[in-house]
């Protein structure tokens, strides 16, 4: 629950921080909504890493009619690749600070 906690709160600061890093350093209002997103895509996968794991059944994907997930995901990967997504943010605002 720890984990699930201080994702929430990390995305939260992304949330609120990202308007002004973006305004200050004078990149387009677009860039805000990509990097929040990006965040949130991180978020739901540490929060219902178990539910996204576990799903099976037919995917969406271009070129590929009947594409279907046959066999779980282990949550721990999902979870790890969602935390790798909330991370992406804070090293954009650090290179971008460095730069």
């Known amino acids: ?28 209002e677009g860039a805000t909504g990509r990097i929040v997103g990006i965040a949130l895509i991180g978020l739901l996968c540490v929060l219902f890493s178990e539910g996204f794991g576990s799903y099976t059944g037919p995917m969406w994907s271009v070129g ?29 605002f650090l290179l971008i600070v460095i730069a």
Do not use: N
């Open 64 to 92: 590929r009619i009947g594409t279907r997930i046959d066999r779980p995901s282990p949550p721990g990967i999902i979870e790890f690749l969602g935390w790798i997504f909330l991370f992406i943010p804070i090293l954009v």
């Open 1 to 28: 629950m720890t984990r699930k906690l201080f994702a929430l709160l990390l995305f939260i600061a992304i949330f609120f921080f990202t308007p002004f890093v973006i305004t200050k350093f004078g990149f387009d």
